[in-house]
């Protein structure tokens, strides 16, 4: 049973525009949510983090927005960049001690130019 | 630099053969995780520890072993390799709780023929 799911394989933005990446989720005992962005041949690396007490954080170009209700997030990125092109995984951790983090599949993501 | 660093980066086993991931952070985490990364399936947790003397299966465990040598060491072991086992492995690690999530090393590639 996936408890993290991004349903968008792929997604292709024209650079400059908005680029907006979904992802929902089954568990109600998540206490944080975070978006990894990945390149080819190297590690994931953290991108941005949301609190499950907040609905939206924002660093720079990038944005987390949470629902709750819907246990649905999404990341923005605006303006989308050619160097934004790289694998999106949306993660969620629980409230157990043991600090585990769940991954989703992922989604690439495609700036045009 | 500080980080996560895994050996090797680039593995071919025959099928039977064993061999042994290493990884190593230098962060004074407590946690540390090994992920398989495989096309379309995202990150899947193999096992982690929680803290230094602790081991516990993740979500595909099978075929695997670890040992968390000490803080700063945890290996993965494949006893008997399977064409089934081909994958991109990550170890990763993280300060308990930490609202960053983890710190990934860059991967090894291990093609099992």
């Known amino acids: 049973d996936q408890q993290v799911k991004q349903n968008s394989p792929s997604l292709s933005v024209q650079e400059g525009r908005i680029s907006i990446l979904n992802c929902d989720y089954t568990?109600?005992?998540?206490?944080?949510f975070l978006w990894y962005k990945k390149y080819p041949a190297e590690g994931p690396t953290f991108l941005i983090s949301?609190?499950?007490?907040?609905d939206k954080n924002e660093d720079g170009r990038f944005t987390v927005f949470l629902n709750k209700s819907a246990k649905h997030l999404s990341l923005h990125i605006v303006p989308s960049q050619p160097g934004d092109s790289a694998v999106y995984f949306c993660a969620a951790r629980t409230q157990n001690r043991d600090d585990k983090i769940i991954f989703g599949k992922g989604t690439r993501l495609h700036i045009l130019p | 630099n500080a980080g996560v660093t895994q050996t090797p980066k680039f593995q071919v086993l025959k099928t039977g053969q064993s061999m042994t991931l290493q990884c190593a952070q230098d962060?004074?985490?407590?946690?540390m995780y090994w992920y398989r990364q495989d096309p379309g399936m995202g990150l899947r947790l193999i096992y982690y520890?929680?803290?230094?003397?602790?081991?516990d299966k993740g979500e595909v465990p099978n075929g695997y072993n670890v040992s968390r040598l000490n803080k700063r060491e945890f290996s993965l072991r494949l006893e008997s390799a399977a064409p089934s086992q081909t994958s991109v492995y990550f170890c990763a690690s993280s300060a308990s709780r930490g609202v960053y999530g983890y710190t990934f090393g860059s991967g090894t590639r291990l093609t099992v023929v």
């Open positions: 520890s929680a803290s230094e003397g602790t081991t």
């Open positions: 962060m004074n985490h407590n946690s």
């Open positions: 568990n109600s005992m998540f206490d944080y």
């Open positions: 949301i609190s499950s007490i907040k």
